[in-house]
């Protein structure tokens, strides 16, 4: 696995600026961020089960959770939340409604809305659905339930040290990305911009590469 030493050799070659230690680590943490936030990728992505008797409602009655991101270590985005696959649906739960967009309202998959779009054209709460609000996941199910799956992608792990490993799966498989942007990062520094902006020309290059690997999600 990369680390940031292996990694700022390399991006010392770049820019025969091996005395630029510390702005060098820096570029390099910033470029994998980076690189991570530009899309999604399929070994970012984490499924949980969520317990939800470990979550208080919000009111006795109301299947509506509000839980913390901090429960979900290096959250960046959410994918899906859905009922398990081997959950039964009750009988009680009414048949599915039609909606004016032609779809079931009834799904076993909750609908990812905004904080402001809870109703749909009728006025009417949509049954089941998740938001993220500043640092907090919440919930509204149809229905009591024990068990809620919820898929997101995390963040890279970064370490301080850098001899520890760095979880990325762009420096596992694809490290040129991370090296060329850190390059361009450190010529921004100390002021090369001709320079900086050649190897910035490189960023939207290589992450249609890496979206053509099988780190990509449509591979």
Request: contains cysteine; glycine residues 4%.
């Amino acid at each position: 696995m990369a680390t940031l030493a292996t990694l700022a050799d390399d991006v010392y070659v770049l820019t025969n600026r091996p005395d630029l230690v510390s702005e060098t680590r820096v570029a390099l943490r910033k470029a994998i961020m980076k690189l991570h936030s530009a899309d999604t990728f399929k070994r970012d992505l984490v499924t949980q089960r969520l317990q939800m008797a470990l979550y208080a409602p919000t009111s006795p009655g109301l299947f509506r959770w509000v839980i913390q991101l901090s429960d979900f270590p290096l959250f960046r985005r959410p994918k899906f939340l859905r009922y398990p696959p081997e959950l039964a649906i009750p009988v009680q739960i009414p048949a599915p409604t039609i909606d004016y967009t032609g779809v079931a309202r009834w799904q076993r998959e909750f609908k990812e809305v905004a904080a402001d779009q809870l109703f749909d054209a009728y006025s009417s709460e949509w049954l089941n659905y998740f938001y993220v609000a500043g640092s907090s996941l919440v919930i509204k199910a149809a229905y009591g339930v024990d068990y809620l799956d919820f898929s997101y992608y995390k963040y890279p792990t970064i370490p301080t040290s850098t001899s520890d490993p760095i979880v990325s799966c762009i420096c596992d498989q694809y490290p040129d990305a991370a090296i060329e942007e850190a390059a361009g990062t450190v010529f921004k520094m100390i002021g090369k911009d001709d320079e900086h902006a050649r190897y910035q020309s490189l960023f939207a290059e290589n992450i249609a590469i890496l979206r053509g690997t099988d780190l990509g999600e449509g591979v």
